[in-house]
């Protein structure tokens, strides 16, 4: 193909990768990290629940987001290209105990 060709040329290269690849994409560890603090609030009710996931949603900060594009540019894609196992684990929870604004699912739930 003579697009791979320039590309190459100009030094880029191609990673060939499943169709479904979520460990590639940083958004999915945030998500990931986002429901993880929110998986163990029990409500019954929508009008409680969407501002807990709001709340959890807007403390995950600038420091977690970089540290988990960091996770993935340097040790999940490296792994792609070595076409190694991708299923490690996901940044969670305890990656970040000493971000002083981490606050577990029962503080979210307390506070509403």
């Known amino acids: 193909n003579i697009n791979i060709y320039f590309l190459v040329k100009k030094g880029h290269f191609l990673i060939y990768n499943a169709p479904y690849s979520p460990?590639?994409?940083?958004?999915?560890?945030?998500?990931?990290?986002?429901?993880?603090?929110?998986?163990?609030?029990?409500?019954?009710?929508?009008?409680?629940?969407?501002?807990?996931?709001?709340q959890a949603w807007f403390k995950i900060d600038k420091r977690e987001v970089r540290k988990t594009v960091t996770y993935v540019r340097t040790t999940v894609f490296l792994k792609a290209m070595k076409k190694e196992n991708l299923s490690a684990r996901k940044i969670n929870n305890d990656d970040f105990r000493n971000n002083d604004d981490f606050r577990s699912g029962d503080d979210l739930r307390n506070n509403n």
Request: net charge neutral; charged share 25%; no cysteine.
């Open 23 to 54: 460990e590639l994409n940083p958004i999915e560890h945030i998500f990931h990290l986002w429901k993880s603090r929110v998986e163990k609030v029990v409500v019954n009710d929508n009008k409680v629940l969407l501002p807990i996931l709001a």
